[in-house]
């Protein structure tokens, strides 16, 4: 018995930690983009240390977050807004030990925020889903051991401002609910009469007819009371689809062309859908309404029929608690898929998702031809193993539901069995039925209530990208001096030079390259254009400094579309002209000119000719500093050097890395990079 006690000992002091932080809690932000984990994981943090920056100020600080952000970039956030973060490999038992909350890296490809760590869950604040509870094995499988702390370097006095509250969002739907909430004591109400109309005059209803009058009217109105109810949670969710879809066009017709140039037509196409979104998410709210009926119900149950109607209303209210409780926020069921448990348990459809639909342009552009097949399959994987473990728990919660019905009809028939009359029981047994059902429907609130919550923080992240449009916008520069300060080097380039960016594989020139556009921080690297830091200017003026790096394949397109890109004030002289520079326009005239059709599967252009209609398409944006990673090594050489003549000749700068970057005469500056990260 004695080697127990420390075994003993050492359990209870993993209840007390577990116990303290069974209640941590960090703001619920939801990323606004497919790509934005990082900032959003990042954006909890700050919030939760007291000093919360919007994830517009973050992308503004980021440059941008197209192709999401690493953990290097993260920290370089942390410390810009005066913050101390570290990445370290943790364990899941060093992760139990380690101070919370911690953003944790993920699937490799995303991050979450830690908020605590017990023996059988984790609790993760997703920025893409929200608040959820894990089995400690399902963490296990996606966790890759990496974890960034963030903690400030001086403790900040201002209040923490309630995140996203749910009232903003609930705020149109309130005359709507309150209509269905009446309807829904109505209908409550009606019942409760017919129950009370079985138990006094069950047995007179074959003899009289006004019993059985009553009893068909009470039906009838019930029957209306239930479509009024219909009608007033449709109405409700209208109301908020209509404010939503207000806010989405009043937001979307302020904003300039550089707004949209930073996004994919996905993600600007999927704002259009958060009416829609609004709507679904407010009819399965409006069940909320039925929650006083449910306590008239239990009432009636108590006073009209003794202690089986006590233990009818204790099995129907503890039916309703366990709902919520098995599909909360940061329940354990998957509560962060959407839809009903029954809709959870059945294979995934098919079609992807909307967040994939999304995210499709990026994915086309940051990865291989294969990228998109890939990614289908994988999440059509992860569907289906969601959808399967989600069956497992909804069968579960389903006969957990099951025996508390059978419960209440075992205490009403052994309400009968007492001496009660027929007439009694099948009215005990009426409120029994109506109360269960009633319990049931409130599947969908929690789930609903979150979706909500990640609508909301859609709609404050709108407002907030309102802000730089309006305050501190840089004037286009007409000419632009690229500085690059590098460890102990710094390069001016100025209109008209080329700078050759060279060094082994893996030294980081792609990398550095990607910084001078402003795609991405680089530590170590300072990177102005005019004076002002490049990730501003990439920020609010894209398509000043460019960057090209390997031919996509056109669009199923004519030669101008994809030259275009949707710009139709560009005239067919100036698309042409460009084409002559390139030295592209002899190839292409035969063949039918800007109307020559060009399909991704059977582009009719060879490698060369790909990079050369890129180089053209950026021309057209007419840009300052044309940064090209190896895309002049596929050109025979007089080509290549009678391009960079071209385009050094009408005053733009050129950033070049590849092979052939030190062969020309033209370039004017010099880089050598040693080993470094790539």
Same mark, same amino acid.
């Given at each position: 018995?004695?080697?127990?006690?420390?075994?003993?000992?050492?359990?209870?002091?993993?209840?007390?930690?577990?116990?303290?932080?069974?209640?941590?809690?960090?703001?619920?932000?939801?990323?606004?983009?497919?790509?934005?984990?990082?900032? +959003?994981?990042?954006?909890?943090?700050?919030?939760?240390?007291?000093?919360?920056?919007?994830?517009?100020?973050?992308?503004?600080?980021?440059?941008?977050?197209?192709?999401?952000?690493?953990?290097?970039?993260?920290?370089?956030?942390?410390?810009?807004?005066?913050?101390?973060?570290?990445?370290?490999?943790?364990?899941?038992?060093?992760?139990? #030990?380690?101070?919370?909350?911690?953003?944790?890296?993920?699937?490799?490809?995303?991050?979450? =925020?830690?908020?605590?760590?017990?023996?059988?869950?984790? #609790?993760?604040?997703?920025?893409? *889903?929200?608040?959820?509870?894990?089995?400690?094995?399902?963490?296990?499988?996606?966790?890759?051991?990496?974890?960034?702390?963030?903690?400030?370097?001086?403790?900040?006095?201002? !209040?923490?401002?309630?995140?996203?509250?749910? +009232?903003?969002?609930?705020?149109?739907?309130?005359?709507?609910?309150?209509?269905?909430?009446?309807?829904?004591?109505?209908?409550?109400?009606? &019942?409760?009469?017919?129950?009370?109309?079985?138990?006094?005059?069950?047995?007179?209803?074959?003899?009289?007819?006004?019993?059985?009058?009553?009893?068909?009217?009470?039906?009838?109105?019930?029957?209306?009371?239930?479509?009024?109810?219909? #009608?007033?949670?449709?109405?409700?969710?209208?109301?908020?689809?209509?404010?939503?879809?207000?806010?989405?066009?009043?937001?979307?017709?302020?904003?300039?062309?550089?707004?949209?140039?930073?996004?994919?037509?996905?993600?600007?196409?999927?704002?259009?859908?958060?009416?829609?979104?609004?709507?679904?998410?407010?009819?399965?709210?409006?069940?909320?309404?039925?929650?006083?009926?449910?306590?008239?119900?239990?009432?009636?149950?108590?006073?009209?029929? %003794?202690?089986?109607?006590?233990?009818?209303? $204790?099995?129907?209210?503890?039916?309703?608690?366990?709902?919520?409780?098995?599909?909360?926020?940061?329940?354990?069921?998957?509560?962060?898929?959407?839809?009903?448990?029954?809709?959870?348990?059945?294979?995934?459809?098919?079609?992807?998702?909307?967040?994939?639909?999304?995210?499709?342009?990026?994915?086309? *552009?940051?990865?291989?031809?294969?990228?998109?097949?890939?990614? $289908?399959?994988?999440?059509?994987?992860?569907?289906?193993?969601?959808?399967?473990?989600?069956?497992?728990?909804?069968?579960?919660?389903?006969?957990?539901?099951?025996?508390?019905?059978?419960?209440?009809?075992?205490?009403?028939?052994?309400? %009968?069995?007492?001496?009660?009359?027929?007439?009694?029981?099948?009215?005990?047994?009426?409120?029994?039925?109506?109360?269960?059902?009633?319990?049931?429907?409130?599947?969908?609130? +929690?789930?609903?209530?979150?979706?909500?919550?990640?609508?909301?923080?859609?709609?404050?992240?709108?407002?907030?990208?309102?802000?730089?449009?309006?305050?501190?916008?840089?004037?286009?520069?007409?000419?632009?001096?690229?500085?690059?300060?590098?460890?102990?080097?710094?390069?001016?380039?100025?209109?008209?030079?080329?700078?050759?960016?060279?060094?082994?594989?893996?030294? %980081?020139?792609?990398?550095?390259?990607?910084?001078?556009?402003?795609?991405?921080?680089?530590?170590?690297?300072?990177?102005?254009?005019?004076?002002?830091?490049?990730?501003?200017?990439?920020?609010?003026?894209?398509?000043? =400094?460019?960057? !090209?790096?390997?031919?996509?394949?056109?669009?199923?397109?004519? &030669?101008?579309?994809?030259?275009?890109?949707?710009?139709?004030?560009?005239?067919?002289?100036?698309?042409?002209? &460009?084409?002559?520079?390139?030295? $592209?326009?002899?190839?292409?005239?035969?063949?039918?000119?800007?109307?020559?059709?060009?399909?991704?599967?059977?582009?009719?252009?060879? %490698?060369?000719?790909?990079?050369?209609?890129?180089?053209?398409?950026?021309?057209?944006?007419?840009?300052?500093?044309?940064?090209?990673? !190896?895309?002049?090594?596929?050109?025979?050489?007089?080509?290549?050097?009678?391009?960079?003549? #071209?385009?050094?000749?009408?005053?733009?700068?050129?950033?070049?890395?590849?092979?052939?970057?030190?062969?020309?005469?033209?370039?004017?500056?010099?880089?050598?990079?040693?080993?470094?990260?790539?």
């Amino acid at each position: 018995m004695l080697p127990l006690l420390p075994r003993l000992r050492n359990r209870q002091k993993d209840r007390q930690k577990n116990r303290q932080n069974r209640f941590f809690r960090t703001p619920d932000i939801r990323q606004g983009e497919t790509s934005e984990c990082g900032i +959003a994981a990042l954006a909890i943090m700050l919030a939760h240390h007291g000093a919360p920056v919007t994830l517009e100020d973050l992308r503004q600080q980021a440059g941008s977050t197209r192709l999401g952000l690493t953990a290097r970039q993260l920290i370089t956030l942390a410390k810009q807004n005066g913050y101390h973060a570290a990445a370290y490999r943790r364990t899941l038992e060093e992760l139990r #030990r380690q101070p919370l909350p911690v953003i944790a890296h993920s699937r490799f490809i995303h991050f979450v =925020v830690i908020e605590a760590v017990t023996d059988s869950h984790v #609790r993760i604040n997703d920025p893409g *889903c929200g608040p959820l509870v894990l089995p400690l094995h399902e963490f296990a499988e996606d966790y890759t051991g990496i974890i960034l702390t963030v903690q400030p370097l001086r403790i900040a006095s201002a !209040e923490r401002p309630e995140q996203h509250p749910l +009232a903003a969002m609930l705020r149109p739907m309130r005359k709507g609910l309150a209509l269905a909430a009446l309807a829904a004591l109505a209908l409550q109400g009606v &019942v409760t009469l017919a129950a009370f109309l079985l138990a006094h005059h069950g047995p007179a209803l074959p003899q009289s007819a006004t019993p059985l009058l009553l009893l068909s009217a009470a039906g009838l109105a019930g029957g209306a009371a239930a479509l009024a109810r219909h #009608r007033a949670g449709q109405s409700a969710a209208r109301a908020l689809a209509h404010v939503v879809e207000r806010q989405t066009r009043a937001f979307m017709a302020t904003q300039d062309l550089d707004w949209f140039a930073r996004r994919t037509p996905g993600q600007t196409a999927n704002l259009m859908t958060l009416p829609a979104v609004a709507e679904a998410a407010g009819c399965r709210v409006s069940r909320m309404a039925d929650a006083p009926g449910l306590l008239l119900l239990a009432l009636a149950a108590v006073t009209g029929f %003794g202690l089986s109607g006590l233990a009818v209303s $204790l099995c129907g209210l503890g039916a309703a608690l366990l709902t919520l409780a098995m599909t909360n926020r940061r329940g354990t069921l998957l509560s962060r898929m959407e839809g009903s448990l029954e809709e959870l348990a059945q294979t995934p459809p098919a079609v992807p998702p909307p967040a994939m639909l999304a995210g499709i342009e990026t994915w086309l *552009c940051g990865g291989r031809s294969d990228e998109l097949a890939l990614r $289908l399959a994988g999440s059509h994987a992860v569907s289906l193993d969601q959808a399967q473990q989600s069956g497992g728990k909804t069968a579960r919660l389903n006969a957990f539901l099951a025996l508390l019905f059978l419960t209440s009809l075992g205490a009403a028939a052994l309400h %009968g069995l007492a001496g009660a009359p027929a007439g009694s029981v099948l009215g005990l047994s009426l409120l029994a039925a109506t109360l269960h059902r009633q319990a049931g429907k409130l599947i969908g609130l +929690a789930p609903a209530l979150t979706q909500l919550h990640a609508l909301a923080a859609t709609l404050r992240d709108l407002t907030d990208s309102t802000r730089p449009q309006t305050a501190g916008v840089l004037p286009r520069p007409s000419s632009a001096e690229l500085t690059l300060r590098l460890d102990t080097e710094t390069v001016v380039l100025r209109p008209g030079e080329t700078l050759a960016v060279t060094g082994p594989a893996g030294s %980081g020139k792609s990398r550095l390259l990607r910084a001078i556009a402003g795609l991405e921080l680089m530590p170590g690297a300072d990177i102005s254009l005019n004076g002002a830091p490049i990730s501003t200017v990439a920020a609010q003026w894209p398509g000043l =400094v460019l960057h !090209e790096d390997r031919p996509l394949p056109p669009f199923a397109g004519t &030669v101008a579309d994809n030259l275009r890109l949707g710009q139709s004030g560009l005239a067919d002289a100036t698309l042409i002209a &460009v084409l002559e520079t390139v030295e $592209l326009w002899p190839v292409l005239a035969p063949r039918g000119g800007l109307a020559l059709m060009l399909t991704p599967a059977r582009p009719g252009l060879s %490698g060369g000719q790909l990079r050369r209609q890129m180089i053209a398409r950026c021309l057209l944006r007419r840009p300052q500093v044309l940064v090209l990673d !190896e895309t002049l090594d596929a050109l025979e050489t007089d080509l290549e050097e009678r391009l960079r003549q #071209r385009l050094t000749a009408s005053g733009m700068a050129l950033v070049l890395s590849g092979a052939r970057a030190l062969t020309a005469g033209t370039v004017t500056h010099t880089l050598t990079l040693g080993d470094r990260d790539a």
